[in-house]
């Protein structure tokens, strides 16, 4: 009798230790490989960039010699040949002020239009918003060719202007049918209240309403501002002078020269052109996800 209590005894203590075995290794294999493999591809291009943004021309030509995935001899001259012998600095502050212009009047139009649409109820507002949002799904390269003619008449040819009042045909419809949604998940009664008070639906608008879709419209702005620093179609089309040029299409057409590839500074360009993109994302991510889940609850 006492053997076997004592075997119970054993298996029963090796019972936790084979279950948290079992359990660790289970959550090995189903969170922290994939999550590891996902962050591996996700970084690999930003680190393929940094280190060729370092690298001499003699370690870029010649792979047999020397390590493709590390450096040996670091060097800034492509950063310093992007930064001092190029207009980088001069396309960097074009995209940024087409992307900020864009994202603003893209935003101002599509909360009026996503306000009117949700809160209004007027007849057949349900239809006008998907026709809105299809109006998103039609391809730019099928309208570039009409807009470019209206940029032409409007004398705005070669203008960062032109890209400005051209991005919100692609930015509004999806940001339009992003603040439909997060207006619908406001509670109505905090209108109806500010309505029996006397409230005009503007000072209703930007009283209310707004303060509480801050989150999503934050998300709206960040989506709008990563298209508009990103697009190229556009840029490559009404824009033809270099010193005009977005990053995008600069550092493609500037930096290369027949079939003579700068990688180095190709990949300095990308590397110093991203830096907005995530360092917006980072000062907003808070914001971004609290969208994601959800506005304010009844």
């Known amino acids: 009798m006492t053997d076997v209590a004592a075997q119970s005894t054993n298996a029963a203590s090796a019972t936790p230790d084979t279950m948290a075995w079992d359990s660790r290794a289970r959550r090995v294999m189903m969170i922290y490989l994939p999550l590891a493999c996902f962050v591996l591809i996700l970084l690999f291009p930003f680190y393929w960039m940094a280190i060729t943004s370092f690298k001499p021309n003699a370690e870029l030509l010649n792979y047999k010699q020397h390590n493709p995935f590390w450096i040996s001899s670091p060097t800034l001259a492509h950063i310093k040949h992007l930064l001092f012998d190029t207009a980088y600095p001069t396309w960097l502050k074009t995209t940024m002020f087409v992307a900020i212009g864009s994202t603003f009047l893209s935003l101002f139009a599509?909360?009026?239009a996503a306000y009117a649409i949700e809160r209004l109820r007027f007849?057949?507002?349900?239809?006008?918003?998907?026709?809105?949002?299809?109006?998103?799904l039609v391809p730019p390269s099928i309208l570039f060719i009409p807009l470019a003619t209206v940029i032409v008449q409007f004398g705005l040819f070669d203008s960062p202007m032109a890209l400005i009042l051209v991005y919100p045909t692609f930015l509004v419809p999806f940001c339009t049918w992003l603040l439909i949604g997060y207006f619908k998940s406001i509670p109505y009664e905090l209108e109806e209240c500010a309505l029996v008070?006397?409230?005009?639906r503007l000072q209703i608008l930007r009283r209310i309403t707004l303060p509480l879709a801050v989150p999503g419209l934050i998300s709206a702005g960040?989506?709008?501002?990563?298209?508009?620093w990103n697009e190229f179609i556009y840029a490559l089309a009404f824009i033809q002078s270099g010193a005009n040029k977005?990053?995008?299409?600069?550092?493609?057409?500037?930096l290369v020269t027949?079939?003579?590839?700068?990688?180095?500074?190709?990949m300095a360009g990308s590397l110093l052109g991203s830096l907005?993109?995530?360092?917006?994302?980072?000062l907003f991510v808070d914001y971004y996800v609290s969208s994601l889940t959800g506005a304010v609850k009844e």
Do not use: H
């Open 222 to 228: 960040i989506f709008s501002f990563t298209l508009s």
């Open 276 to 282: 907005p993109v995530a360092l917006f994302y980072s």
């Open 123 to 136: 007849r057949g507002s349900p239809y006008v918003g998907l026709g809105i949002y299809l109006a998103y």
């Open 197 to 200: 008070d006397g409230a005009t």
């Open 246 to 254: 977005t990053v995008p299409v600069a550092i493609l057409t500037e």
């Open 258 to 266: 027949g079939d003579v590839y700068q990688w180095g500074a190709l």
């Open 110 to 112: 599509s909360t009026l």
